[in-house]
Structure formats: structure tokens, C-alpha cells
């Protein structure tokens, strides 16, 4: 009996033991496996900064509004608005945004630039657009944005009143001059973090119609010449923007090494020309 007794609660210990190492080889796969995945993707708005995140009263979409950099400022300022929808999964895309900038001075309002935001137009899912801020926030007046959200599926329409602080930046990245009764307003856009050797290079030109109708210009040749006034020198290979769509205008600058860099631009329209210039320092 004694003997008997002996093997069966050897035997019981090792199932026991058994169990344990199964569970034991389970969980080192499991902790393996989750080590193993991928890390999660970095989302292309990460490095933006969050402007609000507001529902659009009067509809069921609820808009998280992203700016390009920390602050928004006189001239180009990128904008990317993610829409969801109560009762639909993930992002919603099917919808209309229109923004409208406003600036009260008191004794009178006046608009800026826009650039409506479009679906997909710069990350699969949000819609790109941006504003062409042409003064800064101070003792002559104050801003408010409005954007306005239509549903093509259910009719629903809504908008938000965003006051928004507009800062001159420490290097102008908006100049203006007039051409006869024409006032013009050019942008720089990019290289937003420039690097030494070839960048890409972008600018904006917008005509003032009215004092609520700001549209893109395509009417300009533009030439370009960078030099580094400190050294006494510029740089090759430059390529002079052109027009690709909706008032800007693409090429290529060549930073030989970092430091000052002044970017010298003429624009021509017919006989007459303006020059303007951008600086660079990084």
C-alpha cells in the first residue's frame, strides 16, 4: 500500500510539474510575441500642435484642428482638421470645410488668404488646408477664425468661432507691395527646417481684390538668388520657382553651409518687376 501510495503521488506531482512548464513555455511565447510586433507608427501629426478640439454645434462631427507649428503667425500657416463622426468608426471624410478669417480693427473687418481644406490633401484622412494670416494680433485689432462644416451625407451644418492669436515671427515669412492699383502678398512656405545642400524650395503669391476676397496669383515669373551676406558669397544649382497650382510657385535653393542665407526673389509681370527677399538662418 505504501508503495502504491508512493508512485501515485509521484505521479500526481508530475502532472503538476508538467502544467507548470506548459504554462510557463505559454507565457514566454506570449511576452515574446508581444515583444516582437512592430512599435505602433508614428502618426504624421505628432509634430503638430494641437489648435482645438471642439464638436460643431448644430451637427454630429466633432473637429480636432491641428497647426503646422507652435504658433500661428503672419504669413503661411498650414492647417489640418481631423473630422469623426458620432456612430462611424475611424475618420470621416465626407464632408465640406470652409474656412473664414476675420480681423476686427474697430472701425472696419477685412479677411486674409485661405486655402480651403481638402480630404487627403497632405495625409490619407485629414483634411489639409491653410491661412494666409497678413497681420499680426495687437492694438490694431483682433482675429477670429470660423470654420464651417457641411455633411454631404446627412445635410448637417455647423461652425466653430475660434479667436486666435497671430504673432509676428523672428524672421518675416510674408512680404507685400503694390504694382499700379494691384497689392500683392507673397508667402514663404518651405524649406520650413532647411539643411545644408539642395531643399525645396516654395512660395505663395496672393492678390488683395477686395477686403474679403484674397485670390491666389499665377501671374508672375519668378527669379531667385540666394546669397550669404556675411561671407560674401551665394550658391549653384538653384532652380527658380514656378507655377504648379492655386498661387504657388516651386524650386530648388542651395544652402552650401549653415548660417545667415538672405533668398533674393524678382517677380515680373510684363515690364514691371519687385524684388523682395526672405532670410534663412539655421
Same mark, same amino acid.
Given at each position: 500500500?505504501? +508503495?502504491?501510495?508512493?508512485?501515485?503521488? *509521484?505521479?500526481?506531482?508530475?502532472?503538476?510539474?508538467?502544467?507548470?512548464?506548459?504554462?510557463?513555455?505559454?507565457?514566454?511565447?506570449?511576452?515574446?510575441?508581444?515583444?516582437?510586433?512592430?512599435?505602433? $507608427?508614428? #502618426?504624421? *501629426?505628432?509634430?503638430?500642435?494641437?489648435?482645438?478640439?471642439?464638436?460643431?454645434?448644430?451637427?454630429?462631427?466633432?473637429?480636432?484642428?491641428?497647426?503646422?507649428?507652435?504658433?500661428?503667425?503672419?504669413?503661411?500657416?498650414? *492647417?489640418?482638421?481631423?473630422?469623426?463622426?458620432?456612430?462611424?468608426?475611424?475618420?470621416?471624410?465626407?464632408?465640406?470645410?470652409?474656412?473664414?478669417?476675420?480681423?476686427?480693427?474697430?472701425?472696419?473687418?477685412?479677411?486674409?488668404?485661405?486655402?480651403?481644406?481638402?480630404?487627403?490633401?497632405?495625409?490619407?484622412?485629414?483634411?489639409?488646408?491653410?491661412?494666409?494670416?497678413?497681420?499680426?494680433?495687437?492694438?490694431?485689432?483682433?482675429?477670429?477664425?470660423?470654420?464651417?462644416?457641411?455633411?454631404?451625407?446627412?445635410?448637417?451644418?455647423?461652425?466653430?468661432? *475660434?479667436?486666435?492669436?497671430?504673432?509676428? $515671427?523672428?524672421?518675416?515669412?510674408?512680404? #507685400?507691395?503694390?504694382?499700379?492699383?494691384?497689392?500683392?502678398?507673397? #508667402?514663404?512656405?518651405?524649406?520650413?527646417?532647411?539643411? +545644408?545642400?539642395?531643399?525645396?524650395?516654395?512660395?505663395?503669391?496672393?492678390?488683395?481684390?477686395?477686403?474679403?476676397?484674397?485670390?491666389?496669383?499665377?501671374?508672375?515669373?519668378?527669379?531667385?538668388? $540666394?546669397?550669404?551676406?556675411?561671407?560674401?558669397?551665394?550658391?549653384?544649382?538653384?532652380?527658380?520657382?514656378?507655377?504648379?497650382?492655386?498661387?504657388?510657385?516651386?524650386?530648388?535653393?542651395?544652402?552650401?553651409?549653415?548660417?545667415?542665407?538672405?533668398?533674393?526673389?524678382?517677380?515680373?509681370?510684363?515690364?514691371?518687376?519687385?524684388?523682395?527677399?526672405?532670410?534663412?538662418?539655421?
Amino acid at each position: 500500500m505504501a +508503495v502504491a501510495a508512493y508512485f501515485t503521488i *509521484l505521479k500526481i506531482m508530475k502532472t503538476k510539474i508538467s502544467i507548470y512548464f506548459i504554462c510557463l513555455a505559454f507565457l514566454s511565447i506570449f511576452f515574446i510575441s508581444c515583444d516582437s510586433n512592430d512599435p505602433e $507608427p508614428v #502618426s504624421e *501629426l505628432d509634430n503638430y500642435t494641437i489648435l482645438a478640439e471642439q464638436q460643431i454645434p448644430g451637427t454630429t462631427l466633432t473637429a480636432k484642428i491641428y497647426q503646422e507649428n507652435d504658433s500661428l503667425f503672419v504669413g503661411y500657416n498650414r *492647417l489640418e482638421i481631423v473630422l469623426t463622426k458620432a456612430g462611424v468608426k475611424g475618420d470621416y471624410t465626407d464632408a465640406e470645410i470652409v474656412l473664414k478669417p476675420m480681423m476686427d480693427m474697430g472701425t472696419m473687418k477685412h479677411a486674409c488668404p485661405i486655402e480651403n481644406p481638402v480630404a487627403g490633401k497632405n495625409i490619407e484622412g485629414v483634411f489639409g488646408g491653410a491661412v494666409v494670416f497678413v497681420m499680426p494680433s495687437g492694438d490694431m485689432g483682433s482675429w477670429m477664425l470660423t470654420i464651417e462644416v457641411k455633411d454631404d451625407e446627412t445635410e448637417e451644418s455647423g461652425k466653430l468661432d *475660434l479667436p486666435v492669436i497671430i504673432k509676428m $515671427p523672428e524672421e518675416s515669412r510674408m512680404k #507685400s507691395f503694390s504694382m499700379g492699383t494691384d497689392k500683392y502678398f507673397v #508667402s514663404y512656405v518651405q524649406p520650413s527646417e532647411p539643411l +545644408v545642400g539642395i531643399n525645396d524650395f516654395e512660395v505663395t503669391v496672393h492678390k488683395k481684390a477686395t477686403m474679403m476676397e484674397w485670390p491666389a496669383s499665377g501671374d508672375f515669373t519668378i527669379s531667385m538668388e $540666394p546669397e550669404m551676406p556675411d561671407m560674401g558669397h551665394g550658391s549653384p544649382n538653384n532652380v527658380n520657382p514656378v507655377l504648379t497650382a492655386d498661387g504657388h510657385y516651386k524650386g530648388k535653393v542651395n544652402f552650401t553651409m549653415d548660417g545667415y542665407w538672405k533668398i533674393n526673389l524678382a517677380l515680373t509681370i510684363g515690364d514691371q518687376t519687385q524684388a523682395i527677399d526672405f532670410d534663412v538662418t539655421f
